[in-house]
């Protein structure tokens, strides 16, 4: 007969016929076993959903029946509430200091001033996080003007980058019970979850990150709350389409979308959350007790909720991110007319679509940011000698040309009945200043010495 003694960390079994004794780390995720489970008392598991709350806490070990739907115990609740109030004060005490411009606040902060006044703009990252640093200035109905006099003093203006730093400190916070939790619920014991969080709250680049106008607390909390819920949802795999089950794997690919709509590189953070899906697939496709109509169910399920979700959120935030910025903005010359024209005092007359000989058009390099075939009053050095013709990425009346037949280039544009040019069509353009008709020779550029590549007057 085998006896038992069961402590926080540790479950000794001692056996009196082998004279010998083991010890199995509870700690350890490979030897995971139901904890303040009585021999006689039914598992919490086991029980239906309606009959939970009738569950008698105390031949639990005394545990609050909380338990089932946090993973904690009160200890843990008491631990998260003294790692959170010291988080707050590591985070958010002096704020404002400093009161100038930190390493990329500039940059986050012009951005958050042009959503502000509904400038567009374009930017490498997604829009979420900087949607959350403009709110504050939103709501604070700040004007949307940041006038510095070296770009590097906030306390004499109106800004309001407190409130705006105060965004990254909140979610900087957040990153302590999620991590918390986390490791407690992966199986590991209450020290070292405390350990883990302990650690975090004084890591000097999460601290620096969260007190700053930044992109990475935003970032580093939306990964956090992620990987907790995938947590949540894993433990739940023995109760596959229950109710908790679907709330966890639903929220699991909201935490997804939140991730990569805020910086690109949270994209990883779905790389290793599907290969885990991956692999508890594959685990279900070898259960030969498993139909295969269920496994189908599994995998439609997972795609639903880990790519479908993802993808309508980050789209909806892209789509609240061009519903504000409705006005146009310097990178607007970067956008095709057609979405140019779509912005508030874009400066571009209504135009017809069709082209016809005798219309005045600009032409656009396709692989460049807003290259326009430009010309001016301004000779080669050498070679040719002729008028130069460049890219030019700017509005400018230098980018008019005239399309014009090849055999009768005088031809006007007919308002009411045009001569449309169609694909195949041979043209000449003639440059509206300049009245220079653009043409090519057997000569080098002088930018280069490819022998594909000649000058073009």
């Known amino acids: 007969m085998d006896y038992k003694l069961n402590n926080e960390d540790y479950e000794v079994i001692l056996n009196p016929v082998r004279y010998s004794t083991s010890i199995v780390s509870l700690g350890d995720i490979r030897y995971r076993k139901k904890r303040f489970k009585e021999p006689d008392s039914p598992s919490r598991h086991d029980l239906p959903e309606d009959d939970l709350l009738m569950y008698d806490t105390k031949e639990n070990g005394g545990k609050s029946i909380t338990k089932f739907f946090t993973g904690i115990s009160t200890s843990d609740v008491y631990n998260l509430l003294g790692l959170i109030v010291v988080s707050i004060i590591v985070r958010l005490y002096r704020l404002d200091h400093p009161n100038s411009v930190v390493f990329d606040e500039m940059h986050f902060e012009t951005l958050a001033l042009k959503y502000i006044r509904g400038n567009f703009f374009i930017d490498m990252h997604p829009p979420l996080a900087k949607l959350l640093i403009a709110l504050p200035g939103y709501l604070s109905r700040y004007d949307g003007i940041l006038d510095l006099e070296n770009e590097s003093e906030f306390f004499e203006s109106k800004y309001p980058y407190v409130t705006m730093r105060l965004i990254s400190g909140i979610l900087g916070i957040f990153i302590i019970p999620f991590s918390y939790l986390t490791i407690k619920l992966s199986g590991f014991s209450t020290n070292a979850a405390f350990l883990v969080s302990a650690l975090l709250i004084f890591e000097n680049a999460l601290v620096t990150q969260s007190r700053l106008i930044l992109l990475d607390s935003p970032l580093m909390a939306s990964t956090a709350f992620t990987m907790l819920i995938w947590v949540k949802f894993h433990n739940e795999k023995k109760r596959p389409f229950k109710t908790w089950w679907w709330i966890w794997l639903i929220m699991t690919g909201v935490g997804l979308g939140l991730t990569v709509s805020i910086k690109w590189v949270g994209f990883f953070t779905t790389i290793f959350i599907g290969l885990l899906t991956i692999k508890d697939l594959w685990d279900l496709l070898g259960d ?23 993808v309508i959120l980050y789209m909806l935030v892209f789509a609240i991110h061009f519903s504000i910025l409705e006005n146009s903005g310097d990178d607007a010359i970067s956008m095709s007319p057609e979405f140019r024209h779509t912005l508030n005092g874009h400066g571009m007359n209504d135009t017809p679509i069709d082209v016809g000989y005798g219309s005045t058009i600009t032409l656009r390099h396709f692989n460049t940011r807003g290259g326009y075939l430009h010309s001016h009053n301004h000779h080669y050095p050498s070679g040719s000698k002729q008028q130069q013709v460049t890219l030019y990425p700017f509005k400018d009346e230098n980018n008019l040309w005239i399309i014009q037949k090849e055999t009768d280039p005088k031809i006007p544009f007919e308002t009411i009945n045009p001569s449309w040019i169609y694909h195949n069509t041979l043209i000449r353009l003639s440059h509206v200043l300049t009245e220079g008709w653009l043409h090519s020779h057997n000569i080098k550029p002088p930018v280069t010495n490819s022998d594909d590549q000649n000058e073009v007057r």
């Open 288 to 310: 030969l007790h498993l139909p295969l109509i269920r496994w189908v169910n599994h995998f439609l399920a997972r795609v639903l909720c880990l790519l479908v979700i993802p």
